[in-house]
C-alpha cells in the first residue's frame, strides 16, 4: 500500500514539474528576449521620432515585423516586456484572458494612426492583429460592429470584463485623437469567440443618434481639441464617471465645439448593460466666501 502511495506521490510530482517547465521560460530564450527588446527600443525611437514623419510609418511596420518575431519564442506570454512598456501600451484584461500590445504614431501634423494586437495565453503565440478602421465608420462610429481584425483605433488604458448573454464581455477604455478638430474618448466593448475578435456589442444603456430605438454599440464622448475630458473608473462608487458635455455655441452636431460643463455623468453595470447615471456628482450651488470642493480625480 505503502508503494503504491509513493509511487502516485512521484507520479504527481512529474506531471506538476513537467507542466511546470513547459510553462516557463529557459535561460536561452530569456536571453533571446532581452535582445529581442533592445531592438525594439531602438525602433520605437524612431517610429516616434524620425525626422521626416511619413518615415514613421515604415518604423511602426518594421516594429510589429520585430514584435512578431519575439513573440514567437516559446512562452512568451510569460515574458513582460518591461523595457518598451515605457514606449507602447501593454494592458491585461482584469481576469488576465490576454493582453493588447497598442500604440499611436504622428505620420503628419495633423493625422494620427493606431496599432494594436491581442495576445492569448499559451506555451505556443496566439495572436489577433488589428487594422485601424475608425475613419471608415465615419457618422456610424457608434452604431458599427467590427470583425476580422477591423477595429475602432484607440489607445487603451483600461479593460474590464463583465458576463453579458453567456459570454464574457470586455470594456475597452481608449482614447482616440485622430481627427484634426476634436478627440474622442470612447468604451468599446469586445468579444473573444473561437479566437476571434468583435468590437461593438450592445451592451451601453443609450440611445444611438442614428437608430433610436436602438442601442449604441460603442460609447463616444468626443469634444473640442484643445480641452480635457475625464472618462475613468471610479471604484469608490463603483461607476465610470466622465465629464457631462455641452457645445459652446449650443450645436449638438458640432462635436469639435464640445466642452465640459462643470457636471458629471456615469455608467453604472447592472442586469447586463452599463446603465446611464445622470448628475451622478450634484452641481452645489454656493454661497459667497464658500470653497468649491474638488472634483473627482481626472
Known amino acids: 500500500m505503502k508503494s503504491k502511495v509513493f509511487f502516485m506521490f512521484v507520479f504527481v510530482m512529474l506531471l506538476a514539474n513537467g507542466r511546470l517547465h513547459a510553462q516557463s521560460i529557459t535561460p536561452q530564450d530569456l536571453e533571446k528576449f532581452q535582445i529581442m527588446e533592445d531592438s525594439l527600443l531602438v525602433t520605437a525611437d524612431s517610429m516616434y521620432e524620425a525626422f521626416i514623419p511619413d518615415t514613421r510609418i515604415g518604423y511602426s511596420e518594421r516594429f510589429v515585423r520585430q514584435l512578431v518575431r519575439a513573440l514567437k519564442i516559446n512562452n512568451s506570454w510569460l515574458y513582460p516586456f518591461d523595457k518598451i512598456r515605457d514606449k507602447i501600451n501593454i494592458i491585461n484584461s482584469d481576469d488576465n484572458a490576454f493582453r493588447i500590445f497598442n500604440w499611436e504614431i504622428t505620420p503628419s501634423n495633423v493625422s494620427k494612426r493606431y496599432y494594436g494586437a491581442i495576445q492569448l495565453p499559451g506555451e505556443k503565440l496566439k495572436l489577433i492583429g488589428l487594422n485601424d478602421y475608425a475613419e471608415q465608420t465615419g457618422k456610424g462610429a457608434e452604431d458599427s460592429v467590427l470583425t476580422g481584425g477591423k477595429w475602432f483605433g484607440a489607445l487603451y488604458y483600461r479593460i474590464m470584463s463583465h458576463d453579458f448573454q453567456g459570454h464574457k464581455v470586455y470594456t475597452m477604455f481608449g482614447y482616440n485623437a485622430a481627427s484634426s478638430l476634436s478627440n474622442r474618448k470612447l468604451l468599446d466593448a469586445m468579444v473573444i469567440e473561437d479566437g476571434k475578435v468583435i468590437f461593438g456589442i450592445p451592451i451601453f444603456g443609450v440611445a444611438s443618434t442614428n437608430f433610436p430605438r436602438h442601442r449604441v454599440n460603442r460609447f463616444i464622448l468626443e469634444y473640442k481639441k484643445e480641452v480635457q475630458v475625464s472618462m475613468n473608473w471610479n471604484e469608490e462608487k463603483n461607476v465610470i464617471i466622465f465629464d457631462k458635455l455641452v457645445s459652446q455655441v449650443n450645436d449638438p452636431h458640432r462635436k469639435y465645439t464640445f466642452v465640459p ?21 450634484p452641481v452645489t450651488i454656493l454661497e459667497d466666501g464658500e470653497a468649491p470642493s474638488d472634483p473627482p480625480k481626472k
Request: negative net charge; proline residues 0%; charged residues 30%.
Open 261 to 281: 460643463s462643470g457636471q458629471y455623468d456615469g455608467l453604472r453595470w447592472d442586469n447586463e448593460t452599463w446603465n446611464y447615471v445622470r448628475d451622478l456628482i
